[in-house]
């Protein structure tokens, strides 16, 4: 029976193997708003190697001998291979966010990363075994599922964990935005870093296509597919500590945050939302100057703060017990009282995390684990959903900025 459905699949690739350019149906704009799934905690140790990986960062040492390394599993057979609500969820305890979108009708629950650029989801192309836990896509039950005839992909990271495999298009419906002929990237060879995340069946890339990772050509993301069909070219991401908040796209909510907006202007030449960030404050402190600043890239797709070194260090230098080890992380004494982080967002914004979002989880044995972290002289400081819970945030493709305001309530 099993090969008669895999060859009944093999049969529905060849023949819908006919690509056409993506087309939008799309109202003027649309909300994707968020749902709680998942009942497990954050893990800081796995949440700063993701980081690490996903940037192609070395991992320290003491992140890869406490965090199991990836394995890959079994393979599966290459040949197999204008408004509306959804939701977007705080998983592992604010970890990251997930949010439902339909892909051939088929429902999924994705990770919206303003960090990468490819529409990644689990399938019907890899073995049970690896999909245990998630919705699986089936593009067989999929009337509008078409090959893309000799195009693959891989997603790999430093530590040698990998996503890779075919490439077809379907309808990727998001709020009752419709894109036709949307790029989907199914993975046939997998690891197991991938897999042991059960509450998100993929990802949606928002970054630029530019860094799409599709071969021989590369493929545009669903916001540079819809945008030009929206009210105006942006998405929002509005996200909450511990409650509901919302991906808009096509329209910014002035009722969600306080004061005006303020935009920085962002340098997409190497794929991301990238600005730069060159001062900061720490609790009541004067504004210090960061003279070697990274350019820094606003990421969804990423739990922590990774921020310079020595940002990181002046940082943690004011909280009683706090120890940096290059190695594991910034921890500190969970009774500790915390400062707020000022940090700039272009030449002229500063904003202010919260010194009680700044603990990202109980360790044990009364420590704490740091919402910010050090980024260890890498050349880049990532600002993922530990910041974006603090801050309301409009990606502009129209006018290539960022825009910034603190949440209104």
Known sequence: MKSVCRNGLSLLLILSSVSAAPTS??????????????????????????????????????????????????????????????????????????????????????????????????????????????????PAKSSTFKTLEGSTFKISYGDSSAAAGVVGTDTVDMGGAKVDNQAIELAVNITDSFTNDVNSDGLVGLAFGSINTVKPQKQKTFFENVQASLDKPVFTANLRHATVGSYEFGRIDSTQFKGPLTYAPIDASQGFWQIESKSFAVGNGAVQTNPKASPAIMDTGTSLILADDNVARSYWRQVEGATMDNQGGATFPCTAQLPDLHIALGPTYMATVPGDLMSFQKLGQGLCFGGLQSNLGQPLQIYGDVLFKSQFVVFDGGNSAVGVAPHAF
């Open 25 to 138: 149906f799309v109202q003027k704009s649309f909300k994707i708003q968020r749902r709680q799934t998942g009942s497990t905690s954050p893990d800081g140790m796995a949440a700063l190697s993701k980081a690490y990986r996903k940037y192609g960062w070395t991992v320290p040492e003491a992140l890869n001998t406490t965090i199991e390394r990836p394995q890959v599993l079994s393979k599966g057979d290459p040949g197999d291979g204008k408004e509306g609500d959804v939701s977007a969820t705080p998983e592992e305890g604010d970890a990251s966010f997930l949010s439902p979108i339909q892909i051939g009708g088929q429902t999924m629950m994705m990770d919206f990363d303003t960090g990468s650029s490819d529409l990644w989801v689990f399938n019907t192309h890899l073995q049970p075994q690896q999909t245990l836990g998630h919705s699986v896509y089936d």
